[in-house]
C-alpha cells in the first residue's frame, strides 16, 4: 500500500508504470489494461475541465441571478407599496413582477442541480480510477533478490554512511555493478525512511537501471523513493527520472502528470527549470495528438 496520499493523478501515473511483464500478467492482458486506463485518465480529465467550466459559469449565473432577484425584490417592495394607492394595472404588473421572482429563483435550483450531478459523474469516476490503482498495486511483484559476492561481503564496511559509500564506488564499475546494486538494495530494505540513506540508495538504483534503459525495473526502484520518503530532497529527481522513463515507453500522459508534480510543488529543486521546459514541449505533443480511443467492453 503507498504510504503517501499523492494526487489522483500521480497515484495513477505511478501505478499505470508497472509493466504486463512486472505484473506476471500476459502482455495483451497488459496492454489492455493500460489502453483502459490511458481512456479513464481521458475521461477523467474531460469531466475535471468539464465541471471546471460548469463551476466558473453557473458561478457567474447564480451571481447574476442573485442580483437580478435582488433588484426585483426591491421592485417588488416598490410596487406593493404603490399598489394601495394606484389603479388597477398596478396589480397586474406586480403580478407579473412576482411571478418573474419565482422563475429566477427556479434557475438558480436548477443551476445547483446541474453542479451537483456534474460532481456525481466526477466522484464516480474517481472511483473506478482508484479501484484500477488498487489492483494494479496488488498485483505488483516485489524487486529481485540479488545478494552480493562473497568477496564484496568481505569487504563490506560496518557503518551504514560508509556502506553506501561503498555500493555506490562499486556501481561505477560495470564489472562491479551488480555488487553494487545488491549493497545498495540491503540498506534501503535496512533503512526505507531515512533520510539520505534509503533515499540516495533508491534514487542510484533507479539511475542505474535508467542508463540501461531497463526502464520498468528503473520506475519500480523510483516508485519506492517517493511512496516511502515523500518529502525527501531526492523526490524532484526521482520524478524527472519517472518522466524520462514514462516518455521513453511512449507513456506521455504520465510522464506530463510527474512533471507537473515537479513544477507545483518542487519549484526550489535544482532540476525544477529543466522540469518546465520538458513539460511544456510534452503539453504541446499531447495537444497535437488526438484523444485515447475508449476501450471496447
Same mark, same amino acid.
Given at each position: 500500500?503507498?504510504?503517501? &496520499?499523492?494526487?489522483?493523478?500521480?497515484?495513477?501515473?505511478?501505478?499505470?508504470?508497472?509493466?504486463?511483464?512486472?505484473?506476471?500478467?500476459? &502482455?495483451?492482458?497488459?496492454?489492455?489494461?493500460?489502453?483502459?486506463?490511458?481512456?479513464?485518465?481521458?475521461?477523467?480529465?474531460?469531466?475535471? @475541465?468539464? =465541471?471546471?467550466?460548469?463551476?466558473?459559469?453557473?458561478?457567474?449565473?447564480?451571481?447574476?441571478?442573485?442580483?437580478?432577484?435582488?433588484?426585483?425584490?426591491?421592485?417588488?417592495?416598490?410596487? #406593493?407599496?404603490?399598489?394601495?394607492?394606484?389603479?388597477?394595472?398596478?396589480?397586474?404588473?406586480?403580478? &407579473?413582477?412576482?411571478?418573474?421572482?419565482?422563475?429566477? @429563483?427556479?434557475?438558480?435550483?436548477?443551476?445547483?442541480?446541474?453542479?451537483?450531478?456534474?460532481?456525481?459523474?466526477?466522484?464516480?469516476?474517481?472511483?473506478?480510477?482508484?479501484?484500477?490503482?488498487?489492483?494494479?498495486?496488488?498485483?505488483?511483484?516485489?524487486?529481485?533478490?540479488?545478494?552480493?559476492?562473497?568477496?564484496?561481503?568481505?569487504?563490506?564496511?560496518?557503518?551504514?554512511?560508509?556502506?553506501?559509500?561503498?555500493?555506490?564506488?562499486?556501481?561505477?564499475?560495470?564489472?562491479?555493478?551488480?555488487?553494487?546494486?545488491?549493497?545498495?538494495?540491503? %540498506?534501503?530494505?535496512?533503512?526505507?525512511?531515512?533520510?539520505?540513506?534509503?533515499?540516495?540508495? =533508491?534514487?542510484?538504483?533507479?539511475? #542505474?537501471? %535508467?542508463?540501461?534503459?531497463?526502464?520498468?525495473?528503473?520506475?519500480?526502484?523510483?516508485?519506492?523513493?517517493?511512496?516511502?520518503?515523500?518529502?525527501?530532497?531526492?523526490?524532484?529527481?526521482?520524478?524527472?527520472?519517472?518522466?524520462?522513463?514514462?516518455?521513453?515507453?511512449?507513456? %506521455?500522459?504520465?510522464?506530463?502528470?510527474?512533471?507537473?508534480?515537479?513544477?507545483?510543488?518542487?519549484? &526550489?529543486?535544482?532540476?525544477?527549470?529543466?522540469?518546465? /521546459?520538458?513539460?511544456?514541449?510534452?503539453?504541446?505533443?499531447?495537444?497535437?495528438?488526438? /484523444?485515447?480511443?475508449?476501450? #471496447?467492453?
Amino acid at each position: 500500500m503507498m504510504t503517501h &496520499r499523492w494526487p489522483l493523478g500521480v497515484s495513477l501515473a505511478l501505478w499505470a508504470c508497472v509493466s504486463p511483464l512486472t505484473l506476471g500478467m500476459p &502482455r495483451a492482458a497488459g496492454e489492455h489494461l493500460q489502453t483502459e486506463m490511458a481512456a479513464l485518465r481521458h475521461d477523467l480529465g474531460t469531466l475535471e @475541465r468539464r =465541471l471546471a467550466d460548469a463551476q466558473a459559469a453557473q458561478s457567474e449565473e447564480r451571481a447574476a441571478l442573485k442580483d437580478q432577484v435582488a433588484t426585483l425584490g426591491q421592485t417588488v417592495n416598490k410596487l #406593493s407599496t404603490a399598489s394601495r394607492v394606484a389603479d388597477a394595472d398596478m396589480g397586474s404588473q406586480l403580478e &407579473r413582477m412576482l411571478q418573474d421572482v419565482a422563475t429566477l @429563483r427556479g434557475a438558480v435550483e436548477d443551476n445547483v442541480h446541474l453542479l451537483g450531478e456534474t460532481q456525481s459523474q466526477q466522484n464516480k469516476l474517481t472511483q473506478e480510477l482508484t479501484a484500477r490503482i488498487a489492483a494494479l498495486q496488488a498485483k505488483a511483484s516485489a524487486p529481485p533478490k540479488e545478494r552480493a559476492s562473497q568477496t564484496t561481503q568481505k569487504s563490506m564496511p560496518t557503518g551504514k554512511k560508509e556502506r553506501l559509500a561503498y555500493g555506490l564506488k562499486l556501481m561505477g564499475n560495470t564489472k562491479t555493478l551488480a555488487d553494487g546494486r545488491s549493497v545498495l538494495r540491503e %540498506l534501503s530494505r535496512k533503512y526505507p525512511a531515512e533520510q539520505g540513506l534509503g533515499d540516495e540508495a =533508491l534514487l542510484a538504483l533507479g539511475q #542505474s537501471y %535508467l542508463a540501461e534503459k531497463k526502464y520498468d525495473a528503473a520506475q519500480r526502484e523510483l516508485i519506492r523513493l517517493v511512496d516511502v520518503q515523500p518529502k525527501s530532497p531526492r523526490v524532484a529527481e526521482a520524478f524527472v527520472k519517472l518522466a524520462a522513463c514514462s516518455e521513453a515507453l511512449g507513456r %506521455l500522459e504520465d510522464a506530463q502528470t510527474f512533471l507537473t508534480e515537479v513544477v507545483s510543488n518542487h519549484r &526550489r529543486s535544482s532540476v525544477y527549470a529543466a522540469a518546465k /521546459a520538458r513539460l511544456a514541449q510534452i503539453s504541446a505533443q499531447l495537444q497535437k495528438a488526438p /484523444a485515447a480511443p475508449r476501450p #471496447s467492453p
